[in-house]
């Protein structure tokens, strides 16, 4: 009974030390309870020995994954598939269309590379049994036992199911017959009727209002609910994903309100990782610039760090590395800076030497006086030596726009100056421009301000600005930390690794 299964193509299970081997069995002798494979595979990688020989006692599980067919050892699976990396083939048996008979699929098993084979190669695999020729489970089991009566061999109750069928009654059957001839490739590709095409166009959003998604994934979460998937550690809810300059251990909650005025603040600004920032009132702000004066802050420090700020924000505003490169020599800005005769006036002239010290063309407005502020005077002296253009009358403006106007005519005191003649002539000229105004330092009464701004520069801490101050940005002028405390404000440094940061009202 053992030679009826030479030809076999089996799975051999030797345990964790030895592996899985397949192959076509080649020999069976019942006497010293060994069996031999041809072209054997070990682990879905073919062996370099032609053959190899087992014990009952090595063997754990045998499976029979293939059946050779009468006269043929090779019509269920030929063996050159099996050497190209398909070893793993079984034959299960289901019924066929017609009822008259049962097809064997042979499915690709997972313990070998894979090939995908052609479809007119998939037809060849197809098998039909008769029932006339299909065998009992008991007649199947006799032949077996020759296989297993040793204790080393141990058959799974799957593998000889009812599905398995006696080698000797296997036909094979013929692929892409039709009418007992061969069908012609075209007619294997087109030779559907041309009837059976509908009529009618697919209905996409009719099939697509069939389909309620959150119906759907309301009885995925009640069947989880009810399983108990996500109390044993299923996360409900997608890991949280952080960018590259966010922190992911936090020792301590963070404190968004680091900065704490000694009043109320009628206004408060967030920064834009969520800081609070409040404004202060001009007063506490005049004594905190005077407080940091007294310690060596002085005038000409706050002035130059001011110009170096704004003049940053201006670039940035400007178009910044784009604009601003050798390659763009035709297309070089021009900012009109409209100053008055104080110390905000003397601030824009810093911001315009700097300007002009990066190739922008800087026009700087600033009105005749017989007497000038020292600050002023030094800040000229040293604008005069770069290539900015100084005019004192508004015709010597462009009449063309510019690209940017900076607004520094305006300050806390000295009111009187918007009563002049020159600053309604400005205020028009730069109304008329529709360049994007820059004010620097503007004062809190918004019906001072004759010119509307787009951005305003605050210094330090910001003041409790209006609307027609535009978006607010905020700059440090170098204030230390003990300053800030000695006019009573809790200061921390919202700032972080810029000099100019954006406000956002809260």
Known sequence: MATDWLGSIVSINCGESLGVYQGRVSAVDQVSQTISLTRPFHNGVKCLVPEVTFRAGDITELKI?????PGDSRQCGDLQQTEMGIPGVGCQVGPSQNGTGKVLKKPISSSAPQNIPRRTDMKNQDIIISPQQQCSKSYMDRHVETLTQSKGFRRRHNSWSSSSRHPNQVTPKKSGLKNGQMKNKDDECFGDDIDEIPDTDFDFEGNLALFDKAAVFEEIETYERRSGTRSRGTPNEKPARYRHDENILESEPIVYRRIVVPQNANKEFCTDSGLVVPSVSYELHKKLLSVAEKHGLTLERRLEMTGV?????????????NRLNPKNVHQRPTVALLCGPHVKGAQGISCGRHLSNHDVHVILFLP????MLESITNELNLFSKTQG?????????P???VDLVINCLDCHENAFLRDQPWYKAVVDWANQNRAPVLSIDPPINEMEQGIDAKWSLALGLPLPLGERAGRVYLCDIGIP????????INYHSPFGCKFVIPLHST
């Not at 994954?65 to 067919?69: D, K, N, V």
């Not at 003049?311 to 590395?321: F, T, V």
């Not at 930390?481 to 009573?488: A, D, I, L, S, T």
């Open 389 to 397: 253009q100084q005019v004192s009358s508004v015709k010597d403006l």
């Open 368 to 371: 005749n006086f017989v007497k």
């Open 65 to 69: 994954l293939e059946i050779p067919g």
């Open 399 to 401: 009449d063309t726009p």
């Open 481 to 488: 930390q003990k300053v800030f405390q000695e006019v009573g």
């Open 309 to 321: 700020c704004a003049s940053q924000m201006a670039l940035s505003l400007l178009g910044g590395p």
